[in-house]
């Protein structure tokens, strides 16, 4: 088991999630507007999903990767160009972040939370990201690859979880904050495009 693989993967994720984007700016608008229970039942619901992504993952790509590895260089290979795009998407982006959390309806807890599953189970940016990330950070010869995938699947929830979670708790100072540094959204801009490029790197050199 290669441990420096899993720091790395812990290192990715924590960046991606602290990085702006719609789910944690969703997370940030509910907790501002309606309190940090909103915004943790958000948080669980769209962590949730995740696992569904995670499942889909691990049994579609162990298969390919059992049956051809050309095939699974393939997809390395998809994965790295997608994140190449999604790095230039975002070098091509403003790098205002914007908390509109004036007109956010109040909803009960479950269905905020029943919101945030669905949304992440039902956009396919989600599974191709997954496809794109996960399978530059395999990290062992001798286990399972199910099981690999399951593990890193369960690390990004968790991070994710701790990180989504922070900000739902600390929404109101981390606004208070951004509001009043205009320069953290350009650096949150460029940590997305050096993690996203980053990890398309590591994806082409990856032996894996």
């Given at each position: ?118 949304m992440n189970v039902l956009n396919p940016k989600v599974t191709i990201f997954f496809l794109a990330f996960f399978p530059g950070f395999l990290f062992s010869n001798s286990m399972g690859l ?53 990890i398309g790197m590591w994806l082409l050199i990856s032996g894996n």
């Amino acid at each position: 088991m290669n441990f420096e693989i899993l720091t790395a993967f812990v290192f990715a994720t924590a960046a991606l999630a602290i990085a702006p984007g719609p789910d944690n700016i969703y997370v940030l608008t509910q907790s501002i507007a309606h309190g940090r229970k909103s915004g943790l039942a958000t948080t669980a619901g769209l962590i949730s999903g995740c696992l569904v992504h995670t499942t889909l993952l691990a049994f579609g790509v162990s298969m390919v990767i059992r049956q051809n590895e050309q095939l699974y260089f393939v997809i390395k290979l998809f994965g790295a160009l997608y994140l190449f795009y999604l790095a230039w998407m975002v070098f091509r982006a403003g790098s205002d972040i914007r908390l509109d959390s004036g007109a956010v309806p109040r909803k009960s807890l479950s269905r905020l939370f029943r919101q945030g599953f669905v949304m992440n189970v039902l956009n396919p940016k989600v599974t191709i990201f997954f496809l794109a990330f996960f399978p530059g950070f395999l990290f062992s010869n001798s286990m399972g690859l199910v099981y690999q995938f399951y593990i890193l699947g369960f690390i990004f929830m968790a991070v994710s979880f701790v990180i989504f979670g922070t900000l739902a708790l600390l929404a109101g100072s981390i606004a208070g904050y951004l509001k009043s540094h205009r320069g953290t959204g350009l650096f949150l801009k460029w940590l997305q495009i050096l993690v996203f490029t980053g990890i398309g790197m590591w994806l082409l050199i990856s032996g894996n």
